[in-house]
């Protein structure tokens, strides 16, 4: 017999709506995207990387290839295996350089070296010649030589990168800027200065360019750290020959029959290679 006032067949119906309702909601959420989570094994966030975080040295992540991005290629002469394979995208990369082609219709384009955790991802290639690591306590940013003849590259000491790693240095490939994102914090994870210039100098085809300190991209400057980081290195001062004790007999006869007919101001004018060869001869003409 049933209780004054309740009916057993409206609780099972609104049982069943419930039921009905939790399983909507369920399949709503799971076509909902996610926000990918921050972990340890995933310490890079997902938004791209912004141009004024972009600089040579900077480890950066490069993304999942979709089927319509092009090919990322290796930009080094006689390469046998121009094209990046699956296995070499999401992984960290180091910038080498940078160009900037929007002027001309192109893109802006890093040119990268991935990284792995395993020195021979590629049984088809030699091992790799570059470990990355941090700065051991109590030792200098000079590049190191291991123990298996590999440069130990060292990290800037605020990087977050712990894990022992290894750039493949096989090849250097161009990549759009819009394919990378941060690997950590921006600007967290970068090579030292002496590191930068040991890995650039592997290759003949890396133009070495100026390097711009982490603390003044960090610090807010205004200009672009990318278009900042393509300039290039400053020419070193040239070195002049030791100044011979006289001039030569003949350049003397030369410049005293010179002396006849023009000016000390023209004939510096006319021969201004010969005053670099010669600097004595503006202490002649002063």
Known sequence: ???????????????????????????????????????????????????????????????QKFSCQKNCSCVLPDCQRPQLDAKGYNHPA?????????????????????????????????????????????????????????????????????????????????????????????????LTKESYEALAANFKSIVPRKWIKTAKLTAGEK???????CLPMPAPAPVLAPLPAALPVELQKTIDALLQYLTKEQILEAVPLMTEVYPQLLQVFA
């Open 94 to 190: 180091v910038v080498l350089d940078i160009r900037d082609d929007r002027s001309n219709g192109g893109e802006l384009t890093a040119l990268c070296c991935t990284i792995s955790a395993n020195p021979q991802p590629n049984p088809q290639e030699k091992a790799s010649s570059f470990t990355i690591t941090h700065i051991p306590k109590g030792k200098g940013e000079s590049p190191a030589t291991a123990p298996n003849g590999a440069t130990v590259l060292y990290l800037e000491p605020e990087s977050t990168m712990y894990k022992k790693s290894h750039i493949c240095d096989s090849h250097v490939y161009a990549i759009p800027v819009s394919h990378l994102i941060n690997f950590g914090n921006p600007l967290q994870n970068r």
């Open 223 to 229: 200009y672009s750290a990318a278009l900042s980081s």
């Open 1 to 63: 017999m049933e209780s004054p006032g309740y009916c057993s067949q409206p609780i099972i119906s609104t049982i069943e709506e419930s039921a009905t309702i939790n399983q909507l909601i369920k399949q709503t959420k799971k076509q909902q995207p996610r926000t990918p989570r921050r972990n340890i094994s995933n310490p890079h966030p997902s938004y791209p990387i912004s141009e004024k975080h972009l600089a040579i040295g900077i480890i950066v992540f490069l993304q």
